[in-house]
């Protein structure tokens, strides 16, 4: 074999070589993208793009105060996916605290972001935090506040997610005196079992179904004659 024939040789090798190298990484990528719509499908499928949040618990202050006990705790509220693991959400919330043979119970209406690690899961840690007004309707005062909280959800059946969840909450106002009169900011935590029953993502799960490009579609079986 002439140098001209062994050039030729290695050319069409190597463009060979190159080829299979090319098809095997758009066949590893588009694995890799259907990998990604199954498990958005398996979103739609436990959960969905909307959830009501409902939850009951206990609410107590932080801080040294006499004789302080759990309050009752209570939430509703409707919450958003922006994306399988990001959800908005706005809550309504009672609650009560007793110290230093104080009564009081207390409103607040919360905007919170919340993170699901696991989103395409039954089990799944979360995170959340935001903003909120804290209110005395007996005072007709109120105050501004943030929160943030964590928690853990598992889903037993599809779309009904039974969580657990603590919450800390940090008053930026305490001077109009809508909770303690110590001249501090007002540092409380929540803590509870609540409920998400998720509805609606149709329509964006036969898009998915639609548009996914499965194995059986691409690779057909052919039946023996």
Known sequence: MNTKSRLLFLSILFSVLSINSIIGQDDEEQSSDDQKEFQKLDFYNFRGTNAIDVGIGGSTLFGDYEDASIGFYYRAGYKRALSPSIFAGLTANGFNFSYNDIDQSLLSVDFNLEYLFIPTERFTPLIYGGLGMS?????????????????????????????????????????????VFDGNNDKFMRFGIGVNYYFGGANQKEKIQKGMKTIKNSNPIIPDN
């Open 135 to 179: 209110m005395d309707s007996e005072t007709d005062v109120s105050a501004m506040k943030a929160q943030v909280g964590f928690g853990f959800e598992a889903l037993f059946v599809e779309k009904l997610g039974f969580k657990l969840f603590y919450e800390y909450n940090y008053g930026f106002d305490d001077d109009i005196e809508v909770l």
